[in-house]
């Protein structure tokens, strides 16, 4: 136990590695060395963080959850059982593609759901929701909830997680969204 920091005894936590006050990591875990992971944080059963990888503050792991080199997640993320990321478009065991790693940055807010796929290369927008066993080969925009394989648009999504009207009014607690000169859909309250 550490006095900033919770960490199961099963964990193993690498030296080089930053965690943040309040984070809890729970059992079976991996935190290589050069992960950087914020504060109030929960890591799940099971997951494994791989060097360079970096969470924010509030981030939620779920069980069984590998997080590869490229992945980055910004504050209040959640990453739902079984989530899986990849770094590399080509892997093969017998060549190194370590020079080839593309980065995933997952933007504040956003839900991946369980056993969800992100194809290394494609972020994920603000407050979007990715839904369970999706498999994402493109980047979603913000306040976007995709579903499928490949995923593919099914709503508007407000902060709050709840589905927007045709208005782009969320129909849970009424927060007003419209979109910008690009058309993408921005937070208007």
Same mark, same amino acid.
């Given at each position: 136990?550490?006095?900033?920091?919770?960490?199961?005894?099963?964990?193993?936590?690498?030296?080089?590695?930053?965690?943040?006050?309040?984070?809890?990591?729970?059992?079976?875990?991996?935190?290589?060395?050069? &992960? $950087?992971?914020? !504060? %109030?944080?929960? /890591?799940?059963?099971? #997951?494994?963080? @791989?060097?360079? *990888?970096? +969470? =924010?503050?509030? &981030? $939620?792991?779920? !069980? %069984?959850?590998? /997080?590869?080199?490229? #992945?980055?997640? @910004?504050?209040? *993320?959640? +990453? =739902?059982?079984?989530?899986?990321?990849? !770094?590399?478009?080509?892997?093969?065991?017998?060549?190194?593609?370590?020079?080839?790693?593309?980065?995933?940055?997952?933007?504040?807010?956003?839900?991946?759901?369980?056993?969800?796929?992100?194809?290394?290369?494609?972020?994920?927008?603000?407050?979007?929701?990715?839904?369970?066993?999706?498999?994402?080969?493109?980047?979603?925009?913000?306040?976007?909830?995709?579903?499928?394989?490949?995923?593919?648009?099914?709503?508007?999504?407000?902060?709050?997680?709840?589905?927007?009207?045709?208005?782009?009014?969320?129909?849970?607690?009424?927060?007003?969204?419209?979109?910008?000169?690009?058309?993408?859909?921005?937070?208007?309250?």
């Amino acid at each position: 136990m550490n006095d900033r920091y919770f960490a199961h005894e099963t964990a193993v936590i690498d030296e080089e590695s930053e965690i943040g006050t309040g984070t809890r990591i729970w059992h079976w875990c991996h935190i290589m060395k050069g &992960v $950087k992971i914020g !504060n %109030n944080c929960n /890591i799940g059963e099971n #997951v494994f963080i @791989e060097t360079g *990888v970096e +969470l =924010g503050n509030n &981030v $939620k792991v779920k !069980n %069984n959850v590998a /997080i590869y080199t490229g #992945v980055i997640c @910004e504050d209040d *993320v959640f +990453l =739902g059982p079984n989530c899986v990321f990849t !770094n590399v478009i080509n892997p093969r065991s017998f060549i190194e593609r370590k020079q080839e790693f593309k980065k995933t940055i997952i933007y504040k807010g956003a839900t991946i759901g369980a056993n969800a796929t992100i194809v290394c290369g494609h972020n994920i927008g603000r407050y979007s929701f990715i839904g369970a066993g999706s498999v994402v080969t493109k980047t979603i925009p913000d306040y976007t909830m995709v579903v499928g394989n490949p995923a593919k648009f099914h709503a508007y999504i407000c902060k709050c997680g709840c589905k927007l009207n045709n208005s782009l009014k969320c129909i849970s607690c009424g927060i007003q969204y419209g979109k910008n000169k690009n058309s993408q859909i921005i937070l208007l309250q």
